[in-house]
């Protein structure tokens, strides 16, 4: 092997990356064999069950928690900045048209980068703080609009314009529906967007931070996030694992049903995670959550659920494999009314803040992320024919 670089400055790392530390946040972390994450000091669950969506997008942002009169300021502030320009809906009613199938988040990284010419969004590099945080406000309270507004013109609708007295959980499923919504299911969706702010440095957070360490735009950053945070792998499974339940349809079909996947080598959607070795706590809460609903879903979910952890204990002996986040996302979202191509979308709407607090944390570091990789083709260099 021939690395053109001092021997010293090379490290063998796992593949994946898996157990390196590439970074320090004052953010959170995940803990993943006590079942357990953090959003800075606090337990998320915590916040989660505890607190408002805007009191942890203010803590993500600030460092601290916001007193009520900063809190009433804060979301003043959100509200405001929620309204699409006008530039944006020509760019959105193609994007909601085109193709033969509909995908919300590809056009939220289209809206976006026209977003960043719109607003001139000047690089990262060049920014101020106070410019950077007014940015980062701008695109998270404006992307539950873009996506509400993909959701209702590709349906042949009018966008709804975000309620300038409705918080943003309430103000999600409002724009989707145009009816105001029950506080149960506000407040059910408002948990599971706390839960899912932030969550260690997965793919996408990863892949935001890389690109704001080269100094680019905060739209840039976002949409390389949103790209790889669509992966089934990722933030795309909410909907698949919804897609399971049908696809067992009835309780005696669920042992022949992940017996023969299994087989083929296939995947259970909502099944396993890359750091938990327990139970993942946000299944946990939004089971919870499922449970207050109740009802036949709830109850075929909760009977899969065990009978799957169950098989694959048997047929994946030692892997440990339990619900994650998107099992019980996919049946708390059905049960508020979100359509299911909206599941990934809602997903985003919460992790939008995440990433845009990692990119403001990258951005106060001056040093690109850039690691090398192993070549492993035919010796160079060869005789050119």
Known sequence: ??????????????????????????????????????????????????????????????????????????????????????????????????????????????ALSMLAETLELP????????????????????TPTILAALHRLHQGLEPIAPHPNLPTAANWLYMLSGETPSPRAVRAVERYLIATIDHGFNPSTFTARVVASTGADIAAALIAAIGAFTGPLHGGAPDRALDTLDEIGTPDRIDAWVRSTVAAGGRIMGFGHAVYRTDDPRSVMLREIATEFGGPLVDFATTVESRVVELLAELKPGRRLYPNVEFYAGVVMELCGIPRPMFTPTFAVSRVIGWTANILEQADSPRIIRPAARYIGTPAPQPVP
């Open 1 to 110: 092997m021939t690395i053109n670089a001092p021997l010293d400055e090379l490290i063998e790392v796992p593949a994946g990356l898996r157990h390196v530390i590439a970074a320090e946040t004052r953010l959170g972390d995940v803990r993943g064999n006590e079942g357990f994450y953090h959003y800075r000091q606090y337990s998320a669950i915590d916040l989660a069950q505890q607190r408002t969506f805007e009191d942890v997008w203010f803590l993500m942002l600030r460092g601290r928690l916001p007193d009520a009169r900063e809190l009433a300021e804060f979301t003043k502030t959100v509200a405001a900045l929620r309204v699409l320009p006008p530039d944006l809906l020509p760019v959105l009613t193609a994007a909601a048209r085109a193709g033969t199938r509909f995908r919300p988040m590809a056009g939220l990284r289209t």
């Open 123 to 142: 690089p990262l590099w060049d920014a101020d703080p106070a410019t950077r945080e007014h940015d980062a406000l701008r695109c998270c309270a404006v």
